[in-house]
């Protein structure tokens, strides 16, 4: 049974940084590129990052490129999200999804 347990996310200032983790189970989670995905208010699910299974190959959605990373640690079956310079537009939940999987989400709320 797969499991995808989001966590990290809280209330941050403009400019501030988060850590998301991301603890996978249920499948051989060094097999399979990983995502990161967001919902904003009122707004539908966007593409954040993609990470390939060793590590080795990244992408990011053009609004967080540069100030978001995503790394993983196999050992752990863990993916996080580095967050920096956060902005009031990175208000969202965020999941972590694989395989049409999604966890329950983290709630990330960026305000003075």
């Known amino acids: 049974q797969v499991h995808l347990v989001e966590s990290g996310g809280g209330l941050a200032q403009p400019g501030g940084s988060l850590r998301l983790s991301c603890a996978a189970s249920g499948f051989t989670f060094s097999n399979y590129a990983m995502n990161w995905f967001r919902q904003p208010p009122g707004k539908e699910r966007e593409f954040v990052a993609t990470i390939s299974r060793t590590g080795s190959n990244t992408n990011y959605a053009d609004s967080v490129k540069g100030r978001f990373t995503i790394s993983r640690d196999n050992a752990k079956s863990t993916v996080y999200l580095q967050m920096n310079s956060l902005k009031a537009a990175d208000t969202a939940v965020y999941y972590c999804?694989?395989?049409?999987?999604w966890g329950q989400g983290t709630q990330v709320t960026i305000s003075s």
């Open positions: 999804g694989w395989n049409g999987y």
